[in-house]
């Protein structure tokens, strides 16, 4: 492809005519490697590197994954795609036998942005649609800043969807990948704000801890009231100022709660460890699967659209992994203490309450705003250790969905409450088909990866998403007797996409319940 080379030969064997693997000839290509789209030499393919680097210096999000060549845009699936080019036949026509999604759809961000979501449909579940084949894609644009004039603008021939074979040759492994997966990340949760109405809210600010810890919440959030630049605005908008209120709905794509509503239920989102943030499951598959699928938008927009629920998406890598727990401790206790705490002032008093008042305020009004958590991997054991250290906001979890997570009910031997409430109905957990058990086919390597057993019919494929998985006693003892659920793929990164129904089936069940409760006390209340 261009001047991409993938080298099949033996790791002497040089590209350019010297053939020689001289010292003064250029370096040998490794056997099996990909040189960078464009490149033909290791010289070459380094230089690009470490030019892209450089381009992406002090650049962030939409601004530097541009600047590098690269760009997300929205893909329809075929029933859309048709959909959108109605009023074109011509270009429907084109479109349906392009090898690649048509370049005409970048100005389509999203499903979202596509499908009707006008502020009638927004919780009613009338005009809600969504379109789960439809999906927003990395394109590789035709070069870098570095690579283009003005007068050399990228022509729709070299745009080039980013998959999983053809990654290499865009995306370099190493330090290249961490520079674009991490702007990737940056686009996707901006294009997720956009669209969902959410906004970031700084829950640490401590710098001898390391930077500000921030997380995702929907734009209604009390605890954005804190918040320097946008303390006066929110504060006329969640006290019902007239023009503020019009102008935000005309603004945002997700009207926001002005009334801020005591009871409405906050979905909270927590991913796993290592480098990816809030908000993102998979590095991988966000690169070469889409915005949908590597992140938790389907999740947010569930919780907003359909529902109507705040949001909580909190950032446990945002200082490393290595402080990930206690990131995500203080992001919790932050968040939820915050919002109840403000839900709970008077209008003679806000000044902030002590630890204790704040205790004691969470524990007269914990069935005032329910929470539903999704924990994935290592998220759903530091939920656990921080349930285990402060039980005090247990009564209001309606809902946990614990995805591949890394807990053990062991751990709360001393705490019997909080061991079998993670053993109760409120809880499941949704398995990705090759976790090791005694009923898996699935072996482990001398180096800790999970082979799998390659037989198409075997179970560690082909289990259904949704599915009860039959434990056994190894499991049993680590994780109790909790609801298991097969997520349907055999992906540990895709565990929450697949099962995204499974997950979304559980917290609808315990919704009923909470509304069935709060109708009782209703009615017992006005006998």
Known sequence: ???????????????????TG?????????????LL???????????????????????????????LGFEFRFVPCELHMEEMNDNSPDEAEEDRHATQPSTKLSPKASCASFLSLSDESYGSGQRYQCCHDCATRLFYIGGSSAEMTDESPPSDASTIMITLSNRKQFIADGPHYD??????????????????????????????LGPDVKAMVDADHPLLLEEGENKAALHELLLGGGAATEEKKEDGVIPTDVSMNKTKATLLIATGRGKVRAGIFSRQHLLTAGIEIGTAWHFIREARLRRGWGIAVIDPNARGEGVGFDTFKRSFSRLFVADDASNNMSDESTKPMSRQESVNSLSTSAQSSSIYILAHSAGGGQLVRHLREDSTLLPSIKAIAFTDSSHNVQWCKSQPTLMEFLQQKNCVYVRS?????????????????????????????????????NTDTFWEHRFG?????????????????????AIWGHFDEHTKEVTTDEDARWVTGHK
């Open 22 to 34: 001289c010292s003064d000839g250029p370096r040998p290509i490794p056997k099996n490697f990909t």
């Open 179 to 208: 520079l674009i997966a991490n702007i990737a990340q940056e686009t996707a949760q901006s294009i997720m704000c956009s669209e969902f109405n959410l906004e970031w809210v700084t829950v640490c600010s401590d710098r001898n």
């Open 433 to 469: 088909n090759d976790v090791r058990s005694s009923q898996s086919c699935v072996k482990v390597s001398s180096r800790g990866k999970d082979i799998q057993c390659g037989d198409e019919r075997c179970s560690c494929i082909t289990q259904a998403s949704g599915k009860l998985v």
């Open 1 to 19: 492809m261009g001047g991409t080379q993938s080298s099949q030969s033996d790791p002497t064997t040089t590209v350019a005519g010297t053939g």
């Open 481 to 501: 007797k909790i609801k298991t659920l097969w997520a349907g793929s055999p992906d540990h990164s895709l565990a929450n996409y697949a099962g995204r129904d």
């Open 37 to 67: 789209h464009g490149c033909s030499t290791m010289e070459e393919h380094e230089h690009k590197i470490a030019a892209d680097v450089a381009i992406a210096k002090g650049l962030e999000g939409k601004d530097a994954l541009s600047a």
